[in-house]
C-alpha cells in the first residue's frame, strides 16, 4: 500500500551482486547446518541410538541460549549496511557486551540447576549421563551465542563469502576431531569437540570484525563460568554446598555482568530500579 504509484524500477546491473551474496549465504547455511547435524549423526554411527537421546536433550536445551542474540543481532542487521566500519564495530561491541551480561547468570544457575532437573525429568539413569554432557554444551552455546554477533557484523558488510570461508576451513578438523572425542571420550567427548569449535569460532570471527578487544571480557567470563561449571560437576547437588556455591557462581557473575554493561544502560538501569523502589 505504501508504494502505491511509485514507479517501479528494476536495475539489472545490481543482479550480479544480489546473486553472488544470496549464494554465499545458501552455501554458509548448507555448512552451518551440517556442523550442526554432524555430532547426532557420528553419535548415532559410533555409540547407539540411545546415545543420541541422552545427547539431544540438553543439547536443545542448551540451544535457546541463542535466542537472546539472534533477537539483539536482528535489531542490529538493518543498521549494518549504511554504518561506517567505526559504527558497525563499536555497535557491535555494545550487543556482545549485552549478550554476555544477559547470559552468563542464566548459564550459571543453569549449570547448578541441570543435573536435579534432569533426574526428576528423564530419572537417575539417564539424568546424570545426561547434565554430564548437558554442563559441557551450556557452556558450548554460550560460546556460540556471542557468535552471533560478529556473525551479523560481517554479514551487514556484505561478506557472506568470508563466512562461508570460515566454516568451510572449520568442516573437515571438526569432523575429525569429532569422531576422535567420541571414540575417546563418549559423549562428553561430542560436547568438547562443539565446545572447541565454538570457541574457535567466536575467536575467528571477533578477529575478522575489530572485535579483538572483546576477547579480553570473554576470557573472564569464560574462566568463571569454566570453573562453575567445575564446581557443580564435582558437588553432588544434594549436598548444601553445591546450591551454596552455585548461589555465590551467580552473585559474581551478575556483579561481573553488571559492571561490563555499556554506561547508558547502566544509567537507565538504576534510573528504573529507583522508580520500581521509590
Not at 547407539?48 to 535489531?75: H, W
Not at 561506517?84 to 543453569?110: F, N, Q, T
Not at 560437576?233 to 551467580?250: D, I, T
Amino acid at each position: 500500500e505504501y508504494s502505491r504509484g511509485l514507479r517501479v524500477r528494476v536495475r539489472m546491473s545490481e543482479a550480479p551482486g544480489l546473486l553472488r551474496f544470496g549464494g554465499w549465504v545458501f552455501v554458509d547455511t548448507l555448512l552451518a547446518t551440517l556442523l550442526a547435524t554432524a555430532d547426532r549423526f557420528a553419535i548415532g554411527a559410533v555409540l547407539g541410538a540411545e546415545k543420541v537421546t541422552i545427547f539431544t536433550i540438553p543439547y536443545q536445551l542448551a540451544q535457546r541460549l541463542t535466542i537472546v542474540p539472534n533477537a539483539l543481532s536482528s535489531a542490529l542487521f538493518p543498521q549494518l549496511p549504511s554504518a561506517s566500519g567505526e559504527e558497525r564495530a563499536a555497535g557491535g561491541r555494545d550487543v556482545m557486551l549485552v549478550v554476555i551480561a544477559l547470559l552468563s547468570p542464566v548459564v550459571a544457575a543453569a549449570l547448578f540447576l541441570i543435573h536435579p532437573f534432569m533426574d526428576v525429568w528423564l530419572g537417575a539413569q539417564l539424568g546424570g549421563p545426561s547434565a554430564e554432557v548437558g554442563m559441557i554444551l551450556l557452556l558450548g552455546f554460550w560460546f556460540l551465542a556471542l557468535g552471533w554477533v560478529p556473525f551479523t557484523l560481517l554479514l551487514g558488510a556484505g561478506r557472506p563469502a568470508l563466512l562461508a570461508k570460515i566454516h568451510l576451513a572449520e568442516t573437515p578438523p571438526y569432523l575429525a576431531a569429532l569422531y576422535l572425542a567420541l571414540t575417546s571420550a563418549g559423549l562428553p567427548g561430542a560436547g568438547m569437540a562443539l565446545l572447541g569449535r565454538a570457541a574457535f569460532d567466536l575467536i575467528l570471527l571477533c578477529l575478522m570484525t575489530e572485535q579483538a578487544r572483546m576477547l579480553r571480557p570473554v576470557a573472564t567470563f569464560a574462566a568463571v563460568l569454566g570453573a562453575s561449571a567445575a564446581a557443580a560437576y564435582a558437588l553432588p547437588y544434594r549436598e548444601p554446598a553445591h546450591w551454596a556455591v552455585g548461589a555465590v557462581s551467580c552473585l559474581v557473575l551478575t556483579a561481573m555482568a553488571w559492571g561490563v554493561l555499556p554506561a547508558r544502560l547502566r544509567t537507565r538501569g538504576r534510573g528504573l530500579l529507583s522508580k520500581a523502589f521509590a
